[in-house]
Nanobody
Framework: VQLVESGGGLVQPGGSLRLSCAAS????????MSWVRQAPGKGLEWVSS????????YYADSVKGRFTISRDNAKNTLYLQMNSLKSEDTAVYYC???????????WGQGTQVTVSS
C-alpha cells in the first residue's frame, strides 16, 4: 500500500490549494478515505472523510464550507480542494486509508500547507 500526497505549498490568506493523494497497492474504490492534518506543535486533527463510492462526505466544523473532499476511483486518487485559506489551516496534511479493522491503517508521508502573507 502506498499513499502519496502532493499539491501543498505556500499560499496567502484567502487563497486556494488543491491537494491530491495518489493511492496504489490496494483496491482504492473499496475504501473510506480521509484527510487529517497536524499543525506545528499540535496533535492530529481530522479534516474530512469520504465514502468509498464518493456518495457521502464529512467535514470538521473548522473547514466546513471552505474545503471539499472528492475522489476519482478510476484514477485511484483522493483530492482536497481548499478555498478561503486561513493562517490556522497551516499544517502538514495527510491522507489516510480506513481499514477493515475500523481504524486508519495506512498514511501518506504528508504535504506541507503554509498560509501566510
Amino acid at each position: 500500500v502506498q499513499l502519496v500526497e502532493s499539491g501543498g505549498g505556500l499560499v496567502q490568506p484567502g487563497g486556494s490549494l488543491r491537494l491530491s493523494c495518489a493511492a496504489s497497492g490496494f483496491t482504492f474504490s473499496s475504501y473510506y478515505m480521509s484527510w487529517v492534518r497536524q499543525a506545528p506543535g499540535k496533535g492530529l486533527e481530522w479534516v474530512s472523510s469520504i465514502y468509498s463510492d464518493g456518495s457521502n462526505t464529512y467535514y470538521a466544523d473548522s473547514v466546513k464550507g471552505r474545503f471539499t473532499i472528492s475522489r476519482d476511483n478510476a484514477k485511484n486518487t483522493l483530492y482536497l480542494q481548499m478555498n478561503s485559506l486561513k493562517s490556522e489551516d497551516t499544517a502538514v496534511y495527510y491522507c489516510a486509508k480506513f481499514g477493515l479493522a475500523g481504524e486508519y491503517d495506512y498514511w501518506g508521508q504528508g504535504t506541507q500547507v503554509t498560509v501566510s502573507s
